[in-house]
């Protein structure tokens, strides 16, 4: 199994139990080895009392960006710190997306990335998160198929 299968794999196993993502409707745009995209239109029940897009909706979008790109390894992996920095406000109906990039592995604990752009590219958030490896996997390894270990 390559990286690159693993990881989306991986993200296959988390969607399939992410009731939250899926709720929101949040869609996997493209995952792999430390990194992961996802993204969701900006619906009437995200917004807040100033008409924009709640600080909450968009740290979930974040943090759940964050949380399949340190998975990626099929290992399981939590938060253990988050803090975002709000720049732009996200509009009715926009399309967020959120990238979140590996920027440090060692041991159990890793350092992620992740910039959250509006449907015209411009920054609505930037957040670091702090990930701590726990026990466990998505998927057993050891039960893969013939074309899993080609």
């Not at 992410?18 to 995952?31: F, P, R, S, Y």
């Amino acid at each position: 199994m390559t990286p690159q299968q693993r990881a989306e794999r991986a993200a296959e196993a988390m969607y399939a139990k992410d009731t939250a993502a899926q709720e929101m409707k949040m869609q996997v745009e493209a995952v792999g080895p430390g990194r992961a995209v996802l993204s969701m239109e900006v619906q009437p029940a995200h917004l807040n009392g100033h008409r924009i897009c709640h600080g909450g909706i968009i740290f979930t979008l974040a943090d759940t960006a964050f949380a399949y790109a340190c998975n990626s390894y099929n290992t399981l992996t939590v938060a253990q710190e988050n803090q975002i920095t709000f720049l732009a406000p996200g509009q009715l109906g926009e399309r967020l997306t959120a990238t979140a990039e590996e920027q440090a592995l060692a041991g159990r604990s890793g350092v992620y990335d992740v910039t959250v752009t509006g449907g015209d590219g411009r920054k609505v958030a930037l957040m670091r998160g702090l990930s701590r490896t726990v026990k466990g996997q998505h998927f057993p390894e050891d039960e893969l198929t013939q074309e899993d270990r080609a």
